[in-house]
């Protein structure tokens, strides 16, 4: 058996390389001011304390406002779905999942592309309605468009990790809750409700996490000066080249998300019922992304 | 099972190594939607080269790019980033007995203050900023105001700005009877605070080349663009016109360049020459729209039968002596920069 | 059940309209990369020009044979590296265990964007030319991780004496894996390969901070061409959600074909 531990090592060695050093990279550079193309040891906190510009930390509060906003659209609306997907035949439900899951495997950027066309003020919506005979709305580069963009692109994530705890769930459970004389709503809401929240929990990771960090979606939806935290990473990145604040900028991002996840760890008193939650069966890990 | 991994691996590695290794190669960085893609092709044909063509959308960002690494034969930058590159030795002095044609540009364009030897550019499109306007829905007299109508409530969300650092800040110092190239730290902050009132009481959309279409669908009434792009879209959409403030504007040059570290020289003094060919500059005069820095293609299509007859976004004025060439200063860049990322996070 | 439908039509209507609004765009997207004319809004005929022009065009086919190849390779490397380590995981003690999983889960908890800089950084910190190199490997240390993780459940359901009684009479410790516990978490690779593949195919934050010398893949040639209007953006798009689509319903369905036929038999 011990023979088999040496396996680890390989991956020991690259981890280090491509996980811990660009990590600690980007602390480096976090701390530290760039001097004409050299980089100078000069340890500061100036980066950071250049972040805490009111401008600054209401693109943060955005940020969190609209993620908290997307995140707690895709639960009240994903719930219902979720919970009546899980209610039909087997076979159904492996209908319907199979649909559900179908755009989410489509490219992130084209699906939010896809809306540009119909949100735009000359766009397919906008046609739609003067064929009918209304007023044109301008949708483009709002709020609306954004959250509009990060629910068709993240709710998915929260009906599956609804469905997945509900489907799992132990219907004797419920049986015996009939049993013993509670009505539809009370069992829901005793029973049902208690036991999937480790599959919203879930969720919520798998929405907000992203939510709170892309760029593309209010890129493409918002306009060029809709800026939440992710832009403004990637602007100091790409256009700007302070890779110095664009650093800080992340940590702090960073911290505030892992903050977050605590609190809503928190939330699920058993911890060891929401890692199930993440890693379930084949599906439930890779939904971690974009 | 383990002979097909190593042959997928092995199929893998040659497919990606092999189509680079047979010719020569050459790195063109340039704007978006700048060129006519059929003469990349016809230079490949011509000198069995590959020409791998990237895109940028400011010059701020092909600048960084440059700082990250990256490598390039043969950028088109603007005036002001040229004396930059110039002033931080990025690039390197051309070989104009490589360059017959030239002879051929334009002279009022040789010579100016980014690179007044004429030793390391060579234009390629030049122009002004200025106004596309909807003639159906904007009146001549809000235009009198000059770039103050940018603060006209009536067209409070009509409004598209072009997300560029330096032509923010020029409309900004221009309306307020500053210099665009002013170093007064007073100024530089007036403007920013032009800007930043600007942003939060118009609810401007900031765009770059997504404006062209954009405007030709008619989603908004105004947009600051670069007479290029207005020229485009007005052969495209009748209702649109052009407009320059009289209290000035630029005049832009983007031209050629080759870099410090280039790989190949040679073929990059044999790209910029092409450029500059009479057919290939009227090629992309004509698919582009931005006025051509070759006088004989300039004066053909401005000219009687010519494209861009009658046209005048493609005739930078060069009369008004508000207009100003963008210079490069190394102590406002940073301000500018650090104003500019305040002003788009509002 | 998990419990009695409210109203009969309220599933119907909720989920009903739930897949229509994640199906209207791309329906929307298939029918206008069609479109006779260059319009996203106005039908102008039918006419399949934009998928000859996705063909004709050398950036796109570029675009999709660097996504296709990064996919495939990143997808063989992680899935092997991935393999082994989580086996080698599941024998090593708890501490290792807990730490590696620690330092290997961080590109997953993390946002995309700060590994996309990280990664960004270490290759600038080392002088590293970005390109298709730097894709891979940046392609491969995302994935990685996820096939850990996907494999590391099914090895703990593992009966561990097997392996020891198959070395216990005779095998190399190499053919103890090979022979033995491969074939036990087949499944849990294939997943992983899957979901490896997936994510490398669809990326576009992490690739667009580390490419460099022209390399594209599909995603990043999406976000470069999304600012004119170009249909041939969606016929790209069409194509791939034909392909998708054919996929995942061959792979659903396949199963339930050989339970049928298993049945059938029995």
């Known amino acids: 058996m011990k023979a088999f531990r040496s396996l680890v090592k390989p991956y020991l060695f690259w981890m280090a390389v491509f996980i811990v050093i660009p990590m600690l990279l980007i602390v480096l550079y976090a701390f530290t001011q760039q001097g004409n193309d050299v980089m100078t040891f000069t340890f500061t906190i100036d980066n950071f304390v250049k972040f805490f510009d009111p401008i600054f930390l209401k693109v943060l509060g955005k940020s969190l406002q609209i993620a908290f906003v997307t995140t707690l659209v895709s639960i009240i609306l994903g719930y219902p779905v979720a919970y009546f997907v899980a209610n039909t035949k087997e076979k159904t439900q492996t209908l319907l999942i199979l649909l559900i899951t179908i755009p989410m495997w489509i490219n992130m950027l084209v699906r939010t592309y896809s809306w540009i066309s119909i949100l735009s003020d000359n766009g397919f919506l906008n046609a739609i309605l003067k064929a009918m005979g209304l007023s044109p709305v301008s949708l483009m580069y709002t709020d609306f468009a954004v959250s509009l963009g990060m629910v068709y692109n993240f709710m998915p994530f929260m009906i599956l990790s609804i469905y997945t705890v509900l489907a ?22 005793r029973i049902v409700l208690p036991l999937s929240v480790p599959g919203i929990i879930a969720g919520i990771t798998l929405v907000f996490l992203p939510a709170v960090s892309t760029f593309v979606i209010p890129k493409f939806l918002g306009g060029g000066n809709y800026m939440l935290i992710g832009n403004l990473i990637e602007n100091q990145f790409i256009t700007v080249g302070e890779w110095n604040f664009g650093s800080a900028i992340s940590l702090i991002m960073a911290m505030v998300i892992m903050g977050s996840m605590l609190l809503t760890r928190r939330l699920d008193r058993n911890v060891e019922e929401s890692d199930k939650g993440v890693n379930n069966g084949n599906g439930g890990v890779m939904y971690g992304r974009h | 099972m383990k002979k097909l991994l190593v042959l997928l691996m092995v199929l893998g590695l040659v497919l990606t190594g092999c189509s680079e290794s047979e010719k020569e190669t050459l790195k063109v960085y340039n704007w978006g939607e700048y060129i006519d893609e059929t003469v990349i092709t016809e230079f490949e044909e011509m000198y069995d080269v590959r020409v791998i063509y990237d895109l940028f959308e400011s010059n701020e960002m092909m600048y960084t790019n440059l700082l990250g690494g990256e490598s390039y034969d043969v950028i088109i930058p603007s005036d002001y980033m040229i004396e930059r590159l110039i002033a931080e030795d990025r690039i390197q002095k051309l070989d104009f007995n490589k360059l017959p044609n030239y002879a051929g540009v334009m002279d009022n364009l040789k010579g100016l203050a980014f690179d007044p030897n004429e030793e390391y550019s060579a234009p390629y499109f030049w122009g002004n900023i200025g106004l596309v306007y909807n003639t159906e829905t904007v009146s001549e007299e809000d235009l009198a105001a000059g770039w103050a109508i940018l603060k006209n409530p009536t067209y409070k969300g009509r409004i598209y700005f072009y997300d560029s ?6 409309v900004a110092l221009k309306t307020l009877g500053f210099s665009a190239n002013t170093t007064v730290a007073s100024e530089l902050e007036a403007a920013y605070n032009w800007l930043l009132d600007f942003d939060a009481t118009m609810e401007p959309v900031y765009v770059t080349d997504d404006v062209i279409d954009n405007m030709i669908g008619g989603s908004k009434d105004i947009a600051v663009m670069y007479s290029g792009d207005a020229t485009y879209v007005i052969s495209e959409n009748e209702s649109l016109a052009y407009f320059v403030p009289e209290e000035g504007s630029n005049l832009w040059v983007d031209a050629m360049v080759i870099a410090k570290d280039a790989q190949n020289v040679d073929l990059a003094h044999k790209f910029i020459d092409f450029m500059l060919s009479k057919d290939v500059a009227y090629l992309n005069t004509a698919y582009v729209g931005y006025t051509s820095t070759v006088q004989e293609v300039f004066d053909e299509v401005t000219g009687a039968g010519g494209d861009y007859e009658g046209y005048d976004s493609y005739i930078p004025r060069t009369d008004n002596p508000l207009d100003e060439v963008f210079r490069y200063n190394e102590n406002t860049k940073k301000i500018l920069s650090d104003y500019w990322t305040l002003v788009k996070a509002q | ?209 580390v490419t460099g010398n022209g390399v594209k893949n599909i995603s990043i040639l999406v976000y470069t061409m999304s600012k004119r209007i170009n249909p041939t953006i969606n016929a790209l798009s069409t194509i791939l959600v034909v392909i998708i689509t054919i996929a995942l319903v061959l792979v659903n369905v396949l199963p339930m074909l050989r339970k049928k036929e298993r049945i059938a038999i029995e």
Do not use: C
Request: hydrophobic share 55%; glycine share 6%; charged share 10%.
């Open chain 1, 168 to 189: 799992k769930m132990d219907k004797a459970l419920i049986a015996a809750s009939y049993d013993l004389g509670a009505n539809r709503l009370q069992t829901f809401l």
């Open chain 2, 165 to 170: 650092e330096r032509d923010a800040f020029m």
């Open chain 3, 1 to 209: 059940m998990v419990g009695t439908k409210p109203a009969k039509w309220l599933p119907f209507f909720l989920i009903g309209s739930t897949l229509l609004f994640f199906y209207l765009p791309i329906l929307i997207m298939i029918v206008f990369s069609f479109n006779g004319s260059r319009s996203l809004t106005n039908w102008a005929g039918f006419s399949t020009q934009w998928y000859t022009q996705l063909f004709n065009s050398r950036d796109m086919m570029a675009a999709v044979m660097t996504t296709v190849s990064i996919a495939l390779i990143s997808t063989l490397v992680s899935t092997f590296v991935g393999t082994i380590t989580a086996i080698g995981l599941s024998k090593s003690n708890k501490v290792i265990k807990e730490t590696v999983l620690m330092i290997s889960n961080l590109p997953i908890l993390n946002p995309e964007i700060v590994t996309a800089i990280g990664l960004m950084l270490l290759f600038s910190a080392f002088a590293i030319r970005r390109g298709f190199a730097t894709m891979l490997l940046a392609h491969i240390a995302f994935s990685i991780p996820y096939v850990i993780l996907t494999i590391l459940p099914k090895l703990r359901t593992l009966d561990p004496n097997i392996a020891e009684a198959a070395m216990d009479l005779g095998a190399t410790p190499w053919q103890a894996l090979v022979k033995v516990i491969v074939p036990q978490i087949t499944p849990g690779i294939v997943a992983g390969a899957l979901i490896a593949f997936t994510m490398s195919f669809d990326d576009f934050v992490i690739s667009y901070f």
